[in-house]
T-cell receptor, first 119, second 110 residues
C-alpha cells in the first residue's frame, strides 16, 4: 500500500497521559500536513512540515502540542497531558512538493486518521 | 482569515441530481478542491478548479467563479454509495495548505 499510513488507528488515553500519533507520507512525498476533525465539524489545519522543518504551525495550540518530521522515519504529532477536549480524529496528509511546477494541481492525499479518545 | 461556507445537510433520491454550493472569502486563493468523506474514513479527492468554469469527471462536476467566490459540486445519477460528507477546500498560495468548510452531509434515499 503506497498511500499515507497513520498509526495507531484508534488510541485511548487517560487525562494527563501523552499521545503520540504517527504518519508516514506517500512514497515520494516530502510535505506533511496535520489536521484535526471534531465530530460534526470540518477539518482544521494544525501544522505543515517538511523533512526536519516546521513550515507553518499557525493552527497548533500553543501548549502541549508539538510535531516533528525527522530526516528518517515518520512524522510524529505529540500531545502531552491530554485533556478530554483533545478527543478527535487526527488526519495526516501528504503532497509531493510545495512549489508550483511539481504540484500545481496535486491534491493532498489523506491517511485514514487516528481517532483519539481521552477518558 | 479564511471563511468557507457550505450547507450542513442535503437529502436527495437515488437517481436524482444534487448541487452542493460553497462560498469562500479567503486571504489568498490557489485553487478550490472538493473531497468526499465517508463516516470514519479518510477524505478522498474528487475535483480541482483553479480557473473559472466547469470541470466534469464522470457523474461529478465542479464549477468555479473566482469573481464571486463561489463553487458548486454537482452529483448526477445519485447512488446510495454517494451518501457521505462533501468538503469544500481552498488552497493557500503561500504554503499550499488547504482550508476546509465544515462539510455537507448528503443522504441518498431509495
Amino acid at each position: 500500500n503506497a498511500g499515507v499510513m497513520q498509526n495507531p488507528r484508534h488510541l485511548v488515553r487517560r487525562r494527563g497521559q501523552e499521545a503520540r500519533l504517527r504518519c508516514s507520507p506517500m512514497k515520494g512525498h516530502s510535505h506533511v500536513y496535520w489536521y484535526r476533525q471534531l465530530p460534526e465539524e470540518g477539518l482544521k489545519f494544525m501544522v505543515y512540515l517538511q523533512k526536519e522543518n516546521i513550515i507553518d504551525e499557525s493552527g497548533m495550540p500553543k501548549e502541549r502540542f508539538s510535531a516533528e518530521f525527522p530526516k528518517e522515519g515518520p512524522s510524529i504529532l505529540r500531545i502531552q497531558q491530554v485533556v478530554r477536549g483533545d478527543s478527535a480524529a487526527y488526519f495526516c496528509a501528504s503532497s509531493p512538493r510545495g512549489d508550483r511546477q511539481s504540484s500545481y494541481n496535486s491534491p493532498l492525499h489523506f491517511g485514514n486518521g487516528t481517532r483519539l479518545t481521552v477518558t | 482569515g479564511q471563511n468557507i461556507d457550505q450547507p450542513t445537510e442535503m437529502t436527495a433520491t437515488e437517481g436524482a441530481i444534487v448541487q452542493i454550493n460553497c462560498t469562500y472569502q479567503t486571504s489568498g486563493f490557489n485553487g478550490l478542491f472538493w473531497y468526499q468523506q465517508h463516516a470514519g474514513e479518510a477524505p478522498t479527492f474528487l475535483s480541482y478548479n483553479v480557473l473559472d468554469g466547469l470541470e466534469e469527471k464522470g457523474r461529478f462536476s465542479s464549477f468555479l467563479s473566482r469573481s464571486k467566490g463561489y463553487s458548486y459540486l454537482l452529483l448526477k445519477e445519485l447512488q446510495m454509495k454517494d451518501s457521505a460528507s462533501y468538503l469544500c477546500a481552498v488552497r493557500d498560495p503561500a504554503d499550499y495548505k488547504l482550508s476546509f468548510g465544515a462539510g455537507t452531509t448528503v443522504t441518498v434515499r431509495a
